[in-house]
């Protein structure tokens, strides 16, 4: 019996979290805090600033992710919070990058976790899910 091997041209979406998608300049993260706009939802404070031209041609958007020291002595605790939180941007974030894509811009944005007690993934993607939503609903109503 003969098997005959078919290349399907569906290629499948990238789940990744690249070193070019992180926020790491010191000049990006200054300019976030001086001229973004920001929200709250439990448990994140989100900061975020939008160029409509290509600032730098890495990533469409950008990510920093911050867990206080004040509630969570702990590295161990911390670390633990900042990789529940890459997996969960990692695994959703596809969505805003094409919405962004689609506009040619790009989006530099921080999440603050801001909550005094861990929570479980399922709960910090469910957050992270909506955020994204509301990020995307926004580039979608307003030009």
Known sequence: MYLCSMSLSVSPKKY???????LRKKKSVETLFKQGQS???HPFKVVYVRFSESVEPVSDV??????GK????????????????????RLQHHKLSQALSDRNEQLHLALIYTAKEQ???PMIHHKIKTIIQRLTDQYETYP
């Open 62 to 67: 950008q990510v920093l992710i911050s867990v």
């Open 16 to 22: 990744s979290f690249p070193l070019q998608a992180r």
């Open 70 to 89: 004040k509630h969570f002595k702990k590295a161990v605790d911390r670390n633990r919070i900042k990789r529940q939180i890459r997996e969960g941007w």
């Open 119 to 121: 929570l479980e993934s």
């Open 39 to 41: 929200f709250y939802l």
